[in-house]
């Protein structure tokens, strides 16, 4: 099973509301990351969480907050969004680095429409 | 600051071509280097891993190559039929600091036409 899992896989929420994006994966895996990607650009890199601990914030903003409850799940919070915050959210999962193999595994996404 | 460059940004063939999309990346220091295959809308398929110290990777009609020294990573796709057609994406794990960070280059779109 290769399988990384996302809900919900679409998202219209208010400028006020709160909401959680949720990622799931069966594989072992104790890396596990959030990526943002906007409409023809590459995928960009949020959140890394290594062994359930926040190893790499990439200067996202605080209306963003991500929490891995344990290793197989991993959340992100979303609070008072803008609107240029809407896009595609990715989840992936790897190894860790200390291991023969670390290729990331990515889910289908969660398209998110901040109104 | 890792940067990685796809080239060509588009490209459309007939169906049966073989065709060949390229990468390169200015940190020859990587872990590994994958491509993915995006179709539109939707999440990331990993298609080959890479890890540093290989040349090469195949999986059924595609092969990926590497030269690190030289920051240069090609795609080679034979037969293509259109189920090909997605963006293709580079990424590469960099071997420093950021250890578990993947960066991406812009992606090639590939349409092949029946």
């Known amino acids: 099973d290769t399988e990384v899992t996302q809900t919900p896989k679409h998202l219209v929420m208010g400028m006020t509301n709160k909401k959680s994006l949720k990622c799931e994966q069966h594989?072992?895996?104790?890396?596990m990351y959030w990526y943002k990607q906007k409409a023809k650009k590459p995928p960009e890199l949020m959140f890394v969480?290594?062994?359930?601990?926040?190893?790499i914030n990439e200067s996202v903003p605080s209306r963003f907050s991500p929490e891995c409850p344990n290793s197989s799940l991993l959340n992100l919070h979303l609070h008072a969004l803008q609107p240029e915050d809407s896009a595609l959210y990715l989840c992936?999962?790897?190894?860790?680095?200390?291991?023969?193999?670390?290729?990331?595994?990515f889910g289908q996404g969660t398209r998110l429409t901040v109104v | 600051k890792q940067e990685v460059t796809q080239i060509p940004a588009a490209l459309s063939v007939p169906e049966g071509e073989n065709l060949v999309l390229n990468c390169s990346f200015t940190?020859?220091?990587?872990?590994?280097l994958q491509w993915f295959r995006q179709d539109p809308g939707k999440g990331l398929t990993s298609l080959l891993l890479?890890?540093?110290?290989?040349r090469e990777q195949t999986s059924g009609r595609l092969n990926a190559s590497l030269d690190k020294s030289s920051g240069r990573s090609t795609l080679y796709i034979a037969a293509s039929q259109p189920g090909d057609s997605a963006t293709y994406l580079c990424?590469?794990?960099?071997?420093?600091?950021?250890?578990?960070?993947?960066?991406f280059g812009k992606g090639t779109l590939l349409t092949v036409n029946p």
């Open positions: 992936a999962s790897s190894l860790p680095r200390d291991t023969l193999s670390t290729e990331a595994f």
């Open positions: 594989m072992g895996h104790r890396a």
């Open positions: 969480y290594s062994y359930e601990k926040l190893s």
């Open positions: 940190d020859s220091a990587i872990y590994n």
């Open positions: 890479i890890q540093s110290s290989q």
């Open positions: 990424a590469v794990s960099s071997s420093g600091g950021s250890n578990y960070k993947l960066t």
